[in-house]
Nanobody
């Protein structure tokens, strides 16, 4: 069982930056694929970025070039550095964990709200 807790959300003006953190419980954190997703009001949840235990990363087109995902396997934490934020980035951001090789995400956090004003 893995428990995930996001933090770092908040209110920021367009062009600003935020860093989200996701702290995970469990001794096998380093073996999980960790992902970030987001859900805006009235929209479906969408993929943002993920990172494997080997630090291989992938990003959505919306995140590419502006967001950076990273992980610290000693601290059992995954991060999402978000720069050049836009109003359309406003959403609840969720952290997720899935066993490798990834077929689905098994564990989800409660989410953290990010609001970007124009």
């Amino acid at each position: 069982q893995v428990q995930l807790a996001e933090s770092g959300g908040g209110f920021v003006q367009a062009g600003g930056s935020l860093r989200l953190s996701c702290a995970a419980s469990g001794r096998t954190f380093g073996t999980y694929v960790m992902g970030w997703f987001r859900q805006a009001p009235g929209k479906e949840r969408e993929f943002v970025a993920d990172i494997t235990w080997r630090d291989t990363t992938s990003y959505s087109n919306a995140a590419k070039g502006r967001f950076t995902i990273s992980r610290d396997n000693v601290k059992n934490t995954v991060y999402l550095q978000m720069n050049s934020l836009k109003p359309e980035d406003t959403a609840v951001y969720y952290c997720a964990a899935g066993r490798a090789p990834l077929t689905k995400y098994d564990y989800w956090g409660q989410g953290t709200q990010v609001t970007v004003s124009s």
